[in-house]
């Protein structure tokens, strides 16, 4: 049989030869084989639907623009990320819920908004931005190119801008809609209004003796883990968590300047000032790159504050250290002064074309009475020109720069004033290397001698640290808000309980940083054993006890409140109480227990002991003073709406529309593997 024949015959056999060799080819032919099975473009998933890291990323770089349009230049890019991929996960919630609810925007409704006689706010706001005057306009460039005279290639770049427009303008609707039925159903109905109304209809005046728990020691109460297990698993969903925690302590170490640094530092400066001194203008620190000269040239009022407050010093002395702040010295020299007008009052108009300077009866735009600073920066490029104009007569600003379709008149000129020359001379004290080392050093030290979580939170204080405590999820991209603590958080969710961190430093060597998990968190919720948790949980244990040891002790003890108070070693008092308030004075917040003994008690009649939070309490009601207004719908219903209302959810509404829905965050295992 020949070897053609033989292959015929095992077709299965050959192709599956042949895709096994295919795949190995491929696996050694790329650099990371793992990314063939694996969704290496999801950055987060929300109950299941994936938001993408392209359009995450693109997202974030949008939103870096905008706060650098806004003035934002010192921008911490883990801060800016978290943000923006949190607004991504509510989006996709708000359209899961709107999509389960099956809300639609008609046809009718887009057009409406885009090309409607009164456009949605939106769109006029977008059109703003585009420089375009109106959406019908936008969309005849578009759809319309050739009656329009727009060539092909830039009519598909205003298609993409209409399919944008338009597909915000969907989704904004869609979220309204959303919105106006969540508020519609969180509105207050008059019964609601009448409950608000009749919660503060009364206040009874109580007299009432009340024994703190504080008496009692916490020794004597002593709470069992199956008793802080019972009441665990009763509150299990106060502590429920959407993905998974980790536990960490850490320290960090700001990189700032020893004190040696800032005594070479001093040392510097004060040969800057008499080198400032011997020799002309700034020639004393030319060739010293640490000292930053800025040249300055204004008339007193017009000097910063910190040149304006030393000039009596500037004058007398030349050169002078006019501050030390924040590691930062500023030195200043008088350079000289001169005398020129400074203040000149100006008529500035703006011609249409072809129209003459001195002929200025047809003008664009004009500016009567315009006081202008001489010695401003901005004045730079017209100065000499408006200072020899003749006063009086328009003339069209031939210098460089000049805004060609600008005339000026002078209309007055103050007297001349004295103008300053000064150099402004900056030095930042920076740590040395050597301070640099001893840091890392140290950290290092620590570390390597507290290998444990335990050890590195017992002795942190002893070799000069603070050990704080922070959560870190895998959404995020920093410990506890930190700029640029990213790595430290990266590292806490791959760490495993009790492991100790090595020294990580921030992109602008500001400062050091280490870490030790305390605890790693992988279920549904805060485990009891969380020491936050079981300290709640074990004080409110201990105070029901405690709570039911005073009932019980002082139970029968008296048939008034004076009596009370005399076994319980108190002084009775009085105050109002409000059913419908949140804090009683004397008490504190949330007694409801007070608030409903005291709503259902008659005038005169003794109540207690009760519990309450923190102690047990005797009274009676001294007297009920009714409301004095009737009942008003209107202003009972916001009340309502206010405390239990759309204005109470509104803030909540993210956390209402996630529920049980998972959120799967491989933000920074995302970042990680890049």
Same mark, same amino acid.
């Given at each position: 049989?020949?070897?053609?024949?033989?292959?015929?015959?095992?077709?299965?056999?050959?192709?599956?030869?042949?895709?096994?060799?295919?795949?190995?080819?491929?696996?050694?032919?790329?650099?990371?084989?793992?990314?063939?099975?694996?969704?290496?473009?999801?950055?987060?998933?929300?109950?299941?639907?994936?938001?993408?890291?392209?359009?995450?990323?693109?997202?974030?770089?949008?939103?870096?623009?905008?706060?650098?349009?806004? @003035?934002?230049?010192?921008?911490? /890019? $883990?801060?800016?990320?978290?943000?923006?991929?949190?607004?991504?996960?509510?989006?996709?919630?708000?359209?899961?819920?709107?999509?389960?609810?099956?809300?639609?925007?008609?046809?009718?409704?887009?057009?409406?908004?885009?090309?409607?006689?009164?456009?949605?706010?939106?769109?006029?706001?977008?059109?703003?931005?585009?420089?375009?005057?109106?959406?019908?306009?936008?969309?005849?460039?578009?759809?319309?190119?050739?009656?329009?005279?727009?060539?092909?290639?830039?009519?598909?770049?205003?298609?993409?801008?209409?399919?944008?427009?338009?597909?915000?303008?969907? *989704?904004?609707?869609?979220?309204?809609?959303?919105?106006?039925?969540?508020?519609?159903?969180?509105?207050?109905?008059?019964?609601? /209004?009448?409950?608000?109304?009749?919660?503060?209809?009364?206040?009874?005046?109580? $007299?009432?003796? &009340?024994?703190?728990?504080?008496?009692?020691?916490?020794?004597?109460?002593?709470?069992?883990?199956?008793?802080?297990?019972?009441?665990?698993?009763?509150?299990?969903?106060?502590?429920?968590?959407?993905?998974?925690?980790?536990?960490?302590?850490?320290?960090?170490?700001?990189?700032?300047?020893? +004190?040696?640094?800032?005594?070479? %530092?001093?040392?510097?400066?004060?040969?800057?000032?008499?080198?400032?001194?011997?020799?002309?203008?700034?020639? @004393?620190? %030319?060739?010293?790159? &640490?000292?930053?000269?800025?040249?300055?040239?204004?008339?007193?009022? *017009?000097?910063?504050?910190?040149? &304006?407050?030393?000039?009596?010093?500037?004058?007398?002395?030349?050169?002078?250290?006019?501050?030390?702040?924040?590691?930062?010295?500023?030195?200043?020299?008088?350079?000289?002064?001169?005398?020129?007008?400074?203040?000149?009052?100006?008529?500035?108009?703006?011609?249409?074309?072809?129209?003459?300077?001195?002929?200025?009866?047809?003008?664009?735009?004009?500016?009567?009475?315009?006081?202008?600073?001489?010695?401003?920066?901005?004045?730079?490029?017209?100065?000499?020109?408006?200072?020899?104009?003749?006063?009086?007569?328009?003339?069209?600003? *031939?210098?460089?720069?000049?805004?060609?379709?600008?005339?000026?008149?002078?209309?007055?000129?103050?007297?001349?004033?004295?103008?300053?020359?000064?150099?402004?001379?900056?030095?930042?004290?920076?740590?040395?290397?050597?301070?640099?080392?001893?840091?890392?050093?140290?950290?290092?030290?620590?570390?390597?001698?507290?290998?444990?979580?335990? /050890?590195?939170? +017992?002795?942190?204080?002893?070799?000069? #640290?603070?050990?704080?405590?922070?959560?870190?999820?895998?959404?995020?991209?920093?410990?506890?808000?930190?700029?640029?603590?990213?790595?430290?958080?990266?590292? $806490?969710? @791959?760490?495993?309980?009790?492991?100790?961190?090595?020294?990580?430093?921030?992109? &602008?060597?500001?400062?050091?940083?280490?870490?030790?998990?305390?605890?790693?968190?992988?279920?549904?919720?805060?485990?009891?054993?969380?020491?936050?948790?079981?300290?709640?949980?074990?004080?409110?244990?201990?105070?029901?006890?405690?709570?039911?040891?005073?009932?019980?002790? #002082?139970?029968?003890?008296?048939?008034?409140?004076?009596?009370?108070? $005399?076994?319980?070693?108190?002084?009775?008092?009085?105050?109002?109480?409000?059913?419908?308030?949140?804090?009683?004075?004397?008490?504190?917040?949330?007694?409801?227990?007070?608030?409903?003994?005291?709503?259902?008690? *008659?005038?005169?009649?003794?109540?207690?002991?009760?519990?309450?939070?923190?102690?047990?309490?005797?009274?009676?009601?001294?007297?009920?003073?009714?409301?004095?207004?009737?009942?008003?719908?209107?202003?009972?219903?916001?009340?309502?709406?206010?405390?239990?209302?759309?204005?109470?959810?509104?803030?909540?509404?993210?956390?209402?529309?996630?529920?049980?829905?998972?959120?799967?965050?491989?933000?920074?295992?995302?970042?990680?593997?890049?």
């Amino acid at each position: 049989m020949s070897t053609l024949e033989s292959i015929r015959q095992r077709p299965v056999l050959i192709i599956s030869i042949l895709g096994v060799a295919l795949l190995l080819f491929i696996l050694t032919a790329v650099d990371r084989p793992q990314e063939l099975f694996s969704d290496n473009h999801t950055v987060v998933k929300v109950d299941g639907q994936k938001i993408d890291y392209m359009e995450y990323q693109r997202r974030v770089e949008e939103q870096q623009e905008q706060l650098r349009q806004q @003035g934002y230049t010192n921008l911490d /890019a $883990a801060q800016v990320q978290q943000y923006t991929l949190q607004q991504m996960v509510n989006e996709a919630l708000m359209n899961q819920e709107i999509e389960r609810l099956g809300l639609k925007v008609t046809d009718k409704e887009l057009t409406s908004a885009l090309l409607g006689d009164t456009p949605h706010p939106y769109v006029g706001q977008m059109l703003r931005q585009m420089g375009v005057p109106s959406a019908q306009m936008l969309y005849d460039y578009a759809y319309n190119p050739s009656k329009n005279g727009v060539d092909a290639q830039q009519a598909q770049q205003l298609q993409g801008m209409w399919k944008a427009l338009e597909q915000d303008t969907e *989704k904004l609707l869609l979220q309204q809609k959303f919105m106006s039925m969540f508020t519609g159903a969180l509105t207050a109905n008059k019964l609601d /209004a009448k409950a608000v109304y009749e919660d503060n209809a009364s206040t009874s005046t109580i $007299a009432y003796a &009340k024994a703190d728990f504080s008496q009692l020691k916490d020794d004597d109460f002593p709470v069992s883990d199956s008793e802080i297990s019972s009441l665990y698993n009763q509150e299990k969903n106060r502590y429920r968590i959407t993905e998974p925690q980790t536990v960490i302590s850490y320290v960090t170490v700001d990189i700032a300047p020893s +004190e040696a640094d800032r005594l070479a %530092a001093e040392k510097e400066v004060e040969g800057a000032v008499a080198a400032l001194k011997a020799q002309e203008g700034t020639e @004393g620190i %030319a060739a010293d790159s &640490k000292f930053y000269v800025n040249r300055v040239s204004a008339t007193a009022s *017009k000097l910063a504050s910190n040149l &304006k407050n030393n000039l009596e010093k500037i004058q007398a002395d030349t050169v002078s250290v006019i501050s030390t702040y924040d590691n930062r010295y500023t030195i200043a020299k008088l350079l000289g002064t001169t005398t020129a007008v400074d203040s000149v009052l100006l008529d500035i108009a703006y011609l249409n074309e072809g129209v003459k300077a001195d002929s200025i009866a047809a003008v664009a735009q004009k500016n009567d009475s315009v006081w202008a600073s001489m010695t401003d920066p901005s004045m730079t490029i017209l100065r000499d020109e408006i200072s020899q104009a003749e006063t009086g007569r328009f003339f069209a600003p *031939k210098s460089a720069g000049a805004n060609p379709n600008m005339a000026i008149k002078v209309r007055s000129k103050k007297a001349p004033v004295t103008v300053y020359d000064i150099a402004e001379v900056t030095y930042d004290v920076l740590p040395s290397n050597a301070t640099v080392s001893k840091l890392n050093d140290d950290l290092r030290k620590f570390l390597a001698e507290n290998t444990t979580t335990k /050890a590195f939170e +017992e002795n942190a204080t002893k070799a000069g #640290y603070s050990a704080l405590t922070a959560v870190v999820t895998p959404s995020s991209l920093s410990v506890n808000g930190l700029p640029e603590s990213r790595n430290a958080a990266k590292w $806490a969710i @791959g760490a495993k309980k009790d492991e100790v961190s090595g020294v990580f430093k921030d992109d &602008k060597d500001s400062r050091l940083m280490a870490a030790a998990v305390k605890d790693v968190y992988t279920g549904d919720y805060v485990p009891a054993t969380n020491p936050e948790v079981r300290a709640y949980l074990t004080n409110k244990i201990r105070n029901q006890k405690k709570a039911e040891s005073l009932v019980a002790k #002082y139970q029968g003890k008296g048939k008034s409140v004076a009596e009370y108070a $005399a076994a319980m070693g108190v002084k009775a008092d009085t105050t109002q109480v409000t059913f419908g308030q949140g804090y009683v004075r004397g008490f504190g917040m949330n007694e409801g227990a007070l608030q409903a003994n005291v709503a259902v008690a *008659k005038q005169g009649e003794v109540r207690g002991p009760v519990a309450l939070n923190n102690s047990v309490v005797v009274f009676d009601v001294v007297s009920v003073a009714e409301q004095g207004r009737a009942f008003d719908y209107a202003n009972d219903a916001m009340v309502f709406n206010q405390r239990e209302g759309v204005q109470t959810f509104q803030n909540q509404l993210f956390n209402v529309l996630l529920g049980n829905k998972k959120v799967e965050n491989r933000v920074q295992k995302f970042y990680s593997e890049r």
